[in-house]
């Protein structure tokens, strides 16, 4: 198969999952994938600055409010802070706050990545998708920045 046939074979198969949910476009897409990698990926990144689903799920999540316990343990000093108890790290609201905290860096973080990928596969030119995805990252950047 030549490109200008392989080409023609990717929009074919474009056009045909247009209206399809996402899962089923990603099954359906394999064929795109081994024909023309870079016009997957591109599609990928499409799907993701333009669905407005997807792009309201890649919002940054903020840290969780600090409980009056965690405020009181960052204004002990280095030494007493090393002398607080295993009890203190198992109260619930002192182990869900850790929890939560973490979740929240490694979402902001993965999606930050996810995103910079995605920018990878959008050809320059694509102006529109390029200012959405480095407005996302902007975001990202601001709010990872301050953890």
């Given amino acids: 198969m030549n490109n ?3 080409l023609k074979s990717v929009d074919i ?5 247009s209206f399809i949910s996402l899962p089923e476009k990603m099954k359906l897409l394999l064929p795109v994938y081994l024909l023309d990698k870079e016009r997957f990926y591109y599609e990928i990144a499409k799907w993701v600055t333009d669905d407005p689903i997807i792009l309201s799920d890649l919002t940054p999540l903020n840290l969780p409010e600090t409980p009056d316990e965690m405020k009181d343990y960052f204004e002990l000093s280095d030494r007493e802070k090393r002398s607080v108890t295993n009890a203190f790290w198992q109260q619930p609201i002192v182990f869900e706050y850790i929890n939560k905290v973490q979740f929240v860096k490694n979402k902001n973080k993965t999606s930050l990545q996810w995103l910079q990928q995605c920018l990878t596969w959008v050809p320059k030119e694509d ?15 601001e709010v990872i920045g301050g953890e």
């Fill in 13 to 17: 198969i474009l056009k045909e999952i």
């Fill in 127 to 141: 102006f529109s998708r390029v200012t959405i995805l480095k407005e996302k990252i902007k975001q990202y950047k």
């Fill in 4 to 6: 200008v046939e392989r």
